[in-house]
């Protein structure tokens, strides 16, 4: 089939590279302009720019899609290259730019989206961190006609995925880009779809993620926390102030059996660094301190003094600058 694809971090490049492989004809590959990124901050090409460059696939990077908007040429500009492209499907994977109407209108079998939940549970930017977040047993891929709304659209298939107590968003995350290629690949073998409406109820919204949401406040459950550290991970790190620098915390277990006043360092020796929260107590296995690799706690801990009976307080907490 003769595509265009619009997407731009790894999980859409997941997805290119399987619709590449399956032969699909990729006229033209949508995908958001350079960031800076890195100590030098640096002009860099996202995942899918780079792949697509590398295997030949012109490539288009407006900075908006909207024909009235501030950036109206490089709109005109892309719906004068989708439409020379004589594209019959556009395939959407994380974007990060809104499709107008046109756009939807478009190519003859409209705009396939997909989407790493099983809809309408989890609607919006950050679906993986948020069913980790949520502590969901389950979440998978749903393929979705686009529609004007926000995750609305009719539903053509889904497929459950089992979330694992030890999964980060790093590792949920490439399980889902890999099931999601492969179910774009089994749409668009179909020569025609059925589409289902989503369930009237259930829906949630899985907002944006926060760098201040990151920080560690003790106040909340141990539970959540753990929960917190594994989906912010690999982004943006979840991390508590010590001495007024941030310490990313990479991996934690929940200690349901110890106690005391939230914020309070219940053991910093030897191996165990344990920190009382609102129920229970985080035990906090992998550390980092700014500029420095991932530790485990007893390397970690080796190289601080006794923390023990520490109060770290919510405004010790502050989020990174």
């Not at 790493?116 to 969901?136: N, Q, T, Y």
């Not at 539903?155 to 089992?162: F, G, I, V």
């Not at 406040?217 to 982004?235: G, K, N």
Request: charged share 20%; net charge neutral.
């Amino acid at each position: 089939m003769r595509i265009a694809f619009a997407g731009t971090p790894e999980f859409a490049a997941t997805a290119l590279r399987a619709l590449y492989a399956a032969g699909h004809d990729i006229a033209l590959v949508l995908t958001q302009p350079d960031r800076p990124a890195g100590r030098g901050l640096k002009l860099q090409p996202s995942p899918v720019k780079t792949w697509a460059h590398a295997h030949g696939l012109p490539v288009a990077q407006p900075r908006s899609l909207r024909l009235d908007g501030r950036y109206a040429e490089d709109a005109r500009q892309a719906r004068d290259d989708l439409q020379a492209a004589g594209i019959e499907c556009l395939v959407v994977a994380a974007y990060g730019l809104i499709l107008p109407l046109w756009t939807l209108d478009l190519p003859l079998r409209g705009c396939l989206n997909i989407h790493a939940s099983l809809l309408p549970r989890w609607r919006g930017a950050a679906p993986i961190h948020r069913a980790i977040e949520a502590g969901d047993a389950t979440t998978g891929i749903t393929l979705m006609q686009m529609d004007e709304g926000l995750d609305t659209g009719d539903m053509l298939l889904w497929h459950p995925l089992a979330i694992r107590q030890d999964d980060t968003t790093g590792s949920l995350h490439d399980r889902l880009a890999d099931l999601g290629g492969q179910m774009v690949v089994q749409a668009l073998a179909s020569s025609s779809w059925t589409h289902v409406p989503q369930p009237p109820g259930g829906a949630t919204y899985a907002r944006k993620i926060e760098k201040a949401e990151a920080r560690l406040d003790w106040t909340c459950s141990a539970a959540l926390l753990e929960r917190r550290v594994r989906a912010f991970d690999p982004f943006p790190g979840a991390h508590f102030m010590l001495d007024g620098q941030p310490v990313k915390v990479w991996r934690a277990r929940v200690r349901p059996e110890l106690g005391g006043a939230p914020g309070e360092v219940l053991q910093a020796r030897g191996q165990t660094l344990t920190v009382a929260c609102a129920d229970g107590a985080l035990e906090l296995l992998q550390l980092q301190s700014p500029g420095g690799r991932r530790l485990d706690a007893a390397a970690w801990l080796a190289a601080h003094v006794d923390l023990t009976g520490t109060q770290l307080t919510p405004e010790s907490s502050a989020p990174m600058a």
